[in-house]
């Protein structure tokens, strides 16, 4: 019998967890049964529900997603190879494409298993049925967002499949879209604004309204995408936090900034994200690291791009920025979890060329966490937000300029994320940016460096159609004026030479693992 595609899968199996403790996530699986033996009691389906989330962070994939950009890089096939689609090396048959494909269709398999089978518990509070109804569709709703994103049209499965439905074919991408759409308008009257404290995590109304706002704009339509991202708004339930950096550090985790996150816990359920983030000082490997394409788009502090400041001083680089450079970036100097990280200093243990050290002579301070202990599998336990409140406000803003229909309210949303206390840039204004095309630049600007290493980016060059400019071409770090031993000494290192095909890149291959189990799949241009 021919093995089965990994989102093929009739039924998944579901799991026994034991019992809350410190979350909905404190849960470890303890054993397997089959479906027949399941879906007994009001605290199966809950399980069942608890393990739809369990994929949404995917660290040792998701993180180096931006590697595919031209933000980062990574020096390492291992464990994810990202450097090959980064580069434009990667054919059918490169894992990262596998990995991502995967992974979203194991999610939908639980997602379908929930929403087939819940109705089968006797004896059910209506209510939380009605809810984790709701849950287990957004989540699968997020994950076909994600998929259209990656590679276009995917296979559409809303149901456990018979065997005979195996050799499914793919749907086209706006159909998916128009499906997302109408499932989030569905869950999101499913779903409640907030949770209690034990229940902290679960998708929510803001976070379907979110994703829907997203998907519209993605989509490029405007209208509704503005519209979704106002009735969010109009929750009064968010608010852009004054401290950036501990959004993603694991120390303000319950923040209301953030809509919706990949839940971790120490112990538990950690994750690596100090090895693929850090550098050697805090104990990690450097496989994520920013490049200077992403250093360069920070504005001056007088909101000016570099290339058109009057105070921007190459000698001093890191001087009079936006100050989310320094929150993004470790520039030489920084302290970090109390240690001084300089790549400069002669004797670093950071510097270029040291073991496990950055390629570019940056490192991320983003997603750092200020708690790492452990071994380097499970060092970490900070959370992966995967939607927040400054995305919808800059959507919100795109999308209302993308319309021509500029009022105040489109200033506003910008500036409310420029001005977060501990950043505030200067306000845009109608005397700054007045037109469509100045507005345009601004807003994509803001969404560069707002979300580096969320997955913002990937999808961003990919809709804008700008892939084909920012990826091909060389790939630099840092100004080596300080180590007068190597070759690129006086001059900025360079890392790679990358190539970009614009009639295949801007889509992933269909993973040639799953076009062998199933022919009708079909693949991506030019793959």
């Known amino acids: ?162 065997i005979d439905e195996f050799d499914v ?22 779903l409640p604004v907030s949770y209690d404290a034990s229940n902290y995590g679960r998708a929510t109304r803001g976070a379907a309204l979110a994703l829907k706002a997203r998907t519209y704009l993605y989509e490029g339509n405007w209208t509704e995408a503005a519209n979704a991202a106002k009735a969010v708004m109009d929750l009064n339930n968010y608010i852009i936090d004054p401290d950036y950096q501990r959004l993603f550090n694991g120390t303000n985790k319950t923040s209301k900034e953030i809509i919706f996150a990949a839940q971790y816990l120490k112990n538990t359920l950690p994750n690596a994200t100090a090895t693929w983030i850090g550098g050697p000082s805090l104990g990690g490997w450097s496989q994520v690291v920013p490049t200077q394409k992403l250093v360069d788009a920070y504005e001056d502090i007088e909101g000016n791009p570099i290339d058109q400041s009057t ?111 501990g950043v505030m840039m200067p306000a845009v204004t109608p005397a700054k940016a007045a037109t469509q095309a100045a507005l345009r630049a601004i807003v994509r600007r803001e969404r560069h460096v707002e979300f580096p290493v969320e997955d913002n980016r990937l999808f961003d060059i990919r809709r804008w159609k700008i892939a084909e400019s920012v990826m091909p071409g060389p790939v630099y770090g840092i100004l080596n004026n300080f180590d007068n031993s190597r070759e690129d000494y006086g001059k900025h290192v360079l890392v790679e030479t990358r190539s970009f095909n614009a009639g295949r890149d801007y889509l992933w291959a269909i993973p040639q693992s799953e076009r062998s189990i199933n022919t009708n799949l079909g693949q991506n241009g030019g793959w």
């Not at 086209?172 to 499913?190: C, G, H, W, Y």
């Not at 993004?328 to 950071?350: E, M, Q």
């Open 1 to 162: 019998m021919k093995k089965l595609s990994i989102f093929l899968i009739a039924a998944v199996a579901c799991m026994y967890f034991t019992a809350c403790k410190k979350s909905f996530l404190d849960e470890q699986p303890q054993d397997q049964v089959s479906t027949a033996d399941y879906w007994k009691t009001q605290a199966d389906a809950v399980n069942a529900v608890n393990n739809c989330y369990r994929r949404l962070g995917d660290v040792d994939n998701r993180l180096f997603i931006s590697c595919a950009t031209d933000d980062s890089y990574s020096w390492s096939d291992w464990p994810s190879d990202v450097r090959l689609v980064g580069n434009g090396s990667a054919s059918a048959g490169t894992g990262m494409f596998a990995n991502f494909w995967s992974n979203f269709y194991r999610m939908i398999a639980s997602c379908n298993d929930v929403i087939g089978n819940i109705d089968r518990v006797p004896n059910m509070d209506d209510s939380l049925r009605n809810r984790l109804k709701g849950e287990a569709r957004f989540i699968r709703a997020y994950a076909y967002q994600q998929l259209i994103g990656l590679y276009g049209d995917v296979p559409l499965i809303t149901h456990i499949q018979a």
């Open 169 to 190: 074919t793919r749907t086209p991408r706006a159909q998916v879209a128009d499906f997302i759409v109408k499932e989030l308008d569905t869950v999101s009257n499913m």
């Open 311 to 421: 105070i921007y001083d190459p000698a001093h680089p890191f001087a009079n920025r936006d100050p989310r450079l320094r929150l993004n970036v470790i520039t030489p100097g920084d302290t970090v979890n109390g240690l001084v990280i300089d790549v400069t200093a002669k004797g670093s243990i950071d510097a270029l060329s040291k073991n496990n050290a950055s390629f570019t002579g940056y490192y991320y301070k983003k997603y750092v966490p200020a708690d790492i202990d452990g071994s380097w599998d499970r060092n970490s336990y900070n959370d992966i937000v995967l939607i927040r409140f400054a995305e919808v406000l800059l959507t919100y803003a795109e999308a209302k300029i993308e319309n021509n229909q500029v009022d105040a309210t489109v200033y506003d949303a910008i500036n409310r994320v420029r001005q977060r206390p």
